[in-house]
């Protein structure tokens, strides 16, 4: 999609700035319980806080470092996730709070032959590109493993989509002329660990990838400039694929002639190589590899646990898919548990990497429930699998979506 300057956020604007401060963010004050989230275990109960700057009404699943969910009406409204309810998640509590845009540098070194400090400025007088993609944490949903998962219980709202306005990491590292035998680029930012010894947030790219055109540098969102929370002033963008590769407040790019021995690719972030990364609880001596492209997954937008169809009535039905690292091929709903399928109404394609509106009018019978099941199949034929994976990490869950509602 071409980019469009109408709606960028401007060099001027940007670099006007001395600064962007933020009220305190790894500590916030979050209203009473307000929420019971639909899990198979407790805790389900979950604050709902507008105490971080520039978020409201967001699912409060921690405060240091901050890790705030998306709340399901945010999905209904619109397939762009609104930049103050895009959901929130750090590694570590040590947070800028203030970043001079003035001050600030992405420096770009390593097995380079042009080691470079960029300027914002320099980098916004580049050739910009725009992408509408989803960005989705590894362990979105993992509070609906079973069994039990430690970490973050998020229900399905650490996941976004936006318009993301950039430049092309590409552009960046030919900038910086990449030396022939780099194999990988290194990523970190301004995120920092509590304690010298913890290691520091860091993420690579095989160097082709990193290099393919699409994976950008991002400084809009939306038709905003970033969110402190989100990243800014700088954040990688790498469609299709996993949040933890999307790294926040960017400011450290570095080619690799070796492959990347760094605690958060070699040990961190990493899945079963088995089919649907998936082994059995308390099953040992498996390889894994570092997780990688997203799969298809669909979600009911329009109705949650606890509602109820009307006795004999059409009943409306909104959601969203994706197709993962592929474009949406087929959304189709079941009212019977996934015994029958028939397809739903896709709405219009914002490009591969976005989520895409679907709609249905099932009619409810006069009682009983409707068991309805929702399953996308991306556009090389990939579908949702009926039975959920598991793996210790609680990693890529996108088994088929059911609910039932009971008829009244």
């Known amino acids: 999609m071409p980019f469009n300057a109408g709606r960028s956020t401007t060099r001027r604007a940007l670099l006007g700035q001395a600064g962007l401060a933020a009220a305190a963010i790894g500590v916030a004050k979050a209203r009473a319980a307000e ?36 709340p399901l009406s945010a999905f209904n409204e619109s397939v762009f996730t609104p930049n ?8 570590w509590a040590v947070i800028p709070q203030i970043v001079d845009v003035a001050s600030f540098r992405l420096n770009i070194h390593g097995h380079v032959e042009r080691p470079e400090a960029m300027t914002l400025g320099s980098l916004l007088g580049m050739r910009h590109v725009e992408l509408a993609a989803v960005n989705q944490c590894s362990g979105n949903s993992r509070g609906l493993f079973e069994p039990r998962i430690a970490g973050a219980q998020w229900l399905n709202g650490a996941m976004g989509n936006a318009k993301w306005v950039g430049v092309t990491l590409k552009d960046v590292l030919d900038r910086a002329g990449v030396k022939a035998g780099a194999v990988a680029v290194r990523m970190h930012g301004l995120e920092t660990p509590v304690v010298d010894e913890a290691p520091r947030f860091m993420k690579s790219l095989a160097i082709d990838h990193a290099r393919d055109g699409e994976v950008m540098i991002a400084f809009q969102m939306n038709g905003d400039q970033l969110p402190v929370l989100n990243g800014f002033p700088l954040r990688l963008v790498v469609p299709g694929w996993y949040s933890t590769y999307w790294v926040k407040m960017l400011s450290d790019i570095e080619v690799l002639d070796k492959p990347d021995e760094s605690f958060w690719t070699k040990n961190a972030y990493r899945i079963p190589d088995t089919p649907h990364a998936s082994v059995k609880p308390g099953e040992t001596g498996y390889a894994t590899v570092p997780i990688n492209r997203m799969v298809p997954r669909s979600w009911f937008t329009s109705v949650a646990p606890g509602d109820r169809a009307l006795a004999g009535a059409t009943l409306p039905l909104r959601g969203i898919a994706m197709g993962g690292d592929r474009g949406v091929g087929k959304v189709e709903l079941s009212t019977d548990g996934g015994t029958t399928w028939a397809a739903a109404k896709l709405g219009p394609d914002e490009g591969t990497y976005s989520f ?3 709609t249905a009018e099932p009619s409810a019978p006069a009682s009983g429930s409707l068991r309805l099941a929702v399953r996308c199949t991306d556009t090389d034929g990939r579908s949702q699998p009926s039975s959920p994976n598991w793996n210790p990490n609680g990693f890529m869950r996108n088994v088929v979506e059911t609910l039932d509602l009971p008829v009244a």
């Open 356 to 358: 895409r509106r679907w």
């Open 84 to 91: 103050d309810q895009f959901f929130v998640r750090w590694h």
């Open 35 to 70: 929420i019971a989230l639909p899990l198979p275990s407790d805790p389900r109960d979950r604050a709902i806080t507008d105490a971080f700057p520039g978020k409201r009404a967001m699912i409060l699943q921690r405060t240091r470092p901050p890790l705030l969910e998306t």
